[in-house]
């Protein structure tokens, strides 16, 4: 398995990197946007050696992200895995209706799903390569229409539920090429966005996001999963 891992230097993206590595992936491309900082990544780096390769890539950026394509094809021409992690959630005070302005909506839907959606686009002849590729989408329960049960939260939680709804039209559009597509609500996680009082750990979220990844078929495509591997409701 060859793996390209965006938002990879710490939290839930670090995880997937350990949990895919761990589980005998060929090579992960884990990418974030300052490779020199990224220093969990480096010390496991240590311990991969050549299966971790950590490039750097800043996926709301056109040459970012062409730049680092270019580095996959010139290594193998061809991408199994492909997750869409990396995403921006402002300080709850910028998301409340009273707070909310046209910048901060703005980049935040840019990076949490027109980023995603140009990447996997610019990603197809590498996907298209593999045998059978998997993208995998990191989305959140407050994205789902079913569980709407606080106010506030507007550029986040519309993000993710656009991210959603990029997945299943992404899966519909790439069925005919073999590529599956779901997204997955990793859990409250104890990260820097997530916070300590979270019950989750990454590598708990990880465990249950990399099982998709090992063992997601077309029959799974479209459909949108808990870390705990059970289907999520929309």
Not at 7 to 10: E, F, P, Q, T, V
Not at 74 to 88: C, Y
Not at 111 to 115: E, L, Q, R, S, Y
């Given at each position: 398995m060859r793996a390209l891992v965006t938002?990879?230097?710490?939290g839930i993206g670090l995880a997937i990197t350990q949990n895919l590595l761990q589980g005998g992936a060929e090579r992960v491309y884990a990418?974030?946007?300052?490779?020199?900082?990224?220093?969990?990544?480096?010390?496991?780096?240590?311990?991969?050696g050549e299966r971790l390769r950590i490039i750097p890539l800043d996926v709301t950026q056109a040459e970012s992200r062409r730049a680092a394509l270019d580095t996959l094809e010139?290594?193998?021409?061809?991408?199994?895995?492909?997750?869409?992690?990396?995403?921006?959630n402002p300080h709850p005070d910028e998301q409340e209706l009273a707070a909310i302005t046209e910048e901060t909506m703005t980049a935040v839907l840019h990076?949490?799903?027109?980023?995603p959606l140009l990447l996997v686009k610019e990603a197809l002849p590498l996907l298209r390569a593999s045998e059978h590729a998997r993208v995998l989408n990191v989305s959140s329960n407050w994205g789902a229409l079913s569980y709407v049960v606080f106010?506030?939260?507007?550029?986040?939680?519309?993000?993710?539920a656009a991210l959603n709804m990029m997945t299943k039209k992404l899966a519909a559009d790439l069925r005919g090429d073999g590529i599956t597509v779901f997204c997955a609500h990793p859990g409250w996680v104890s990260t820097d966005m997530g916070g300590s009082d979270a019950p989750v750990t990454p590598a708990e979220a990880a465990e249950g996001l990399c099982w998709l990844l090992r063992t997601g078929t077309l029959d799974m495509s479209g459909q949108f999963y808990d870390w705990k591997r059970a289907p999520h409701p929309w």
């Open positions: 938002g990879a230097s710490r990418s974030c946007r300052t490779p020199a900082a990224a220093l969990h990544l480096q010390e496991l780096q240590g311990e991969a010139r290594e193998g021409g061809f991408l199994d895995v492909l997750v869409n992690n990396a995403g921006i990076c949490n799903v027109t980023a106010g506030g939260w507007y550029p986040y939680c519309l993000s993710k």
